[in-house]
């Protein structure tokens, strides 16, 4: 039998016959059991947790109908709303109830004592006093959760508006839901070992041991079978890699292995032929290397990066000179080594005849210009486009294969390092900016803003901050689409970078809100600035999709106390103001006050 014959056939016996066996009897019984097993028992579990929350439900109301018949508490709502507070804080001090709302004739929630529960029951009535309703709740959450989790033994875990309650267990544990209403939703966790088949069948525990007895004793066998040749080879290649490239594996037969042998002795004799090469390559490349670890640590600066590698190449490859041209959209810079040599018009035509030559991609080209040998290649970007070429020369012997190829080796690390400098350049700006509307994003904003502070302490100036807020930018959104929201958002940003002073740094600070640093601004200076610039957005059109689309906003305007370097007051005061603006009616500009 064929080395390659018994090496499939102990393939087949070693894993595809066990895996298959095993794949088939554990996937397809035990693992359809097991989740049918785990559905039926969580399926069980929420039907006992609803009819639980269903019968909480209905004694809530029996009890909420109680209290709206109990005497005492219709005494209390005739007298008024600070006897109903007596009363309901002695129903939840007895455990009554777990919470009650009060809600004026307006719909606003007057009084609250409690935590919001399960089932709310609302009471309504008709008095001349200011309390319409009343909401009450008897059952919590987290005593609905240990109920239900004592009732049917499994951990549950509850969704409402409020969070949720009860605790998310791992993939080990089988989950089902059961939407209880619109806004509550309760989940079971049961043990995937729960109903499990294979404690109730022994024979599928029997057939998988005996299939792996099987397959170890017919790997030792097969094993047995192969290990002299093996054997063989590993001892030879041990010789071979400790330097002795006389060692030769033994080639017996006409099979795979003798054939494998043969080229094993092939290899050797080149590995002996190749020693030395390799030797003066790695000098060559060690050498290559420490000019590249200069490149990486210039700081990703472009130009000191280009000279120190263009050196490496010259040296690596035993040039005398050397000249790299790199060309962009906007620009050609032209870099060489070796400039003061005697022969410049030679080596000026060397250079001169391999641009001539039509490169494509990595190819590499070689001149003769009378004693002067010429070799050039490309630079490539990362789209593999060509962004510039680099050309050696040097008098006497051609370039050999070996420096070809390290060449072409170090053009390739040329085009990573210039990659590199290019993200790390892209990657800078973007960690400063925001990406929608080219200001300072937040994280700019924040840095700004305390060394504005530090500086205006440190120097007794006056630092004012406006906070901007888009009004109803919910209905642009609702109105146009979120593509226009976000060309308004983009139409603001350029207005605030058009009105800004150039001391003044404006910042998208988060949706649709911004803000523009004001340093050596007295508050009365920044309210005049924050009106000129609302004034200005009222009267902005926004074109999206030739349709016109005006805005307004609203402006918080603070100043920093003297002596108080703390952004974050700073920040909350202009805050406050936003705020305040927004309550007297939006679209306008309001300074704070601590008053």
Not at 122 to 133: F, G, H, K, T
Not at 270 to 294: F, P, V
Not at 381 to 404: H, K, W
Request: charged share 20%; hydrophobic share 40%.
């Amino acid at each position: 039998m064929s080395f390659s014959n018994r090496l499939t056939l102990f393939f087949l016996v070693i894993v595809v016959l066990p895996m298959a066996g095993t794949a088939f009897l554990l996937f397809r019984v035990s693992g359809q059991m097991e989740t049918r097993s785990a559905d039926a028992i969580s399926f069980q579990s929420l039907q006992s947790a609803a009819n639980l929350y269903q019968r909480d439900q209905r004694i809530s109301a029996q009890r909420a109908a109680e209290i709206s018949e109990d005497p005492q508490m219709r005494m209390a709502w005739q007298r008024g709303e600070a006897a109903l507070k007596r009363y309901f804080k002695a129903q939840i001090s007895r455990d009554t109830l777990t919470s009650v709302s009060l809600f004026s004739k307006h719909g606003n929630r007057l009084w609250q004592r409690g935590s919001l529960g399960l089932h709310q029951i609302r009471l309504e009535y008709e008095q001349p006093n200011d309390i319409s309703a009343l909401v009450l709740t008897f059952v919590t959450p987290q005593k609905f959760i240990n109920t239900a989790s004592q009732l049917t033994g499994h951990q549950m875990l509850l969704k409402t508006d409020a969070g949720v309650l009860g605790q998310k267990l791992s993939d080990e544990y089988h989950q089902n839901s059961l939407r209880l209403n619109a806004k509550t939703t309760l989940s079971v966790f049961v043990s995937k070992g729960e109903g499990s088949p294979l404690e109730s069948q022994p024979l599928l525990a029997f057939a998988f041991i005996a299939l792996l007895l099987l397959a170890l004793f017919l790997a030792l066998v097969l094993r047995h079978s192969m290990q002299g040749q093996i054997q063989r080879m590993v001892t030879t290649a041990k010789r071979i890699g400790s330097g002795d490239f006389s060692a030769s594996v033994p080639a017996t037969g006409k099979d795979e292995m003798s054939e494998l042998a043969n080229e094993f002795n092939r290899m050797s004799m080149l590995l002996e032929h190749r020693e030395s090469d390799l030797r003066e390559q790695r000098r060559e490349l060690e050498h290559s290397i420490h000019y590249l670890g200069q490149a990486v640590a210039s700081g990703l600066d472009r130009e000191a990066s280009l000279k120190i590698i263009l050196q490496g190449m010259v040296d690596a490859c035993h040039a005398e000179c050397a000249q790299l041209l790199m060309h962009d959209q906007s620009q050609e810079q032209q870099f060489q080594v070796g400039e003061q040599i005697a022969d410049g018009d030679q080596v000026g035509n060397v250079y001169q005849e391999l641009a001539s030559r039509n490169y494509d991609k990595a190819q590499i080209h070689a001149s003769e210009v009378g004693v002067w040998r010429g070799l050039a290649t490309s630079i490539l970007d990362s789209e593999n486009m060509i962004q510039g070429r680099v050309s050696l020369a040097r008098r006497g012997r051609p370039f050999s294969s070996a420096e070809i190829d390290l060449l072409s080796y170090l053009a390739r690390q040329a085009s990573f390092s210039l990659e590199n400098i290019s993200l790390h350049q892209l990657v800078a700006e973007q960690a400063l900016t925001d990406e929608l509307t080219n200001i300072n994003n937040r994280r700019n904003f924040d840095r700004l803003l305390a060394k504005e502070c530090e500086r205006a302490d440190r120097f007794d100036h006056a630092l004012s901050l406006l906070l901007l807020d888009i009004d109803d930018f919910k209905e642009v959104n609702d109105k146009y689409g979120h593509l226009a929201g976000d060309k308004v958002l983009q139409g603001l940003g350029d207005l605030l970078g058009q009105l800004s002073r150039s001391v003044d740094e404006c910042a998208r600070y988060g949706g649709e809100e911004f803000a523009v640093i004001l340093p050596e601004t007295l508050a009365s200076e920044a309210l005049l600035l924050a009106e000129r610039l609302r004034q200005q957005v009222e009267q902005k059109e926004i074109i999206y999709q030739e349709t016109s689309i005006s805005i307004t906003v609203s402006i918080g305007v603070a100043t920093m106390p003297d002596g108080l370097n703390d952004p974050h007051a700073l920040l909350a005061h202009a805050d406050q103001a936003l705020y305040q603006a927004k309550r007297s009616g939006k679209n306008r500009s309001i300074s704070y006050t601590n008053e």
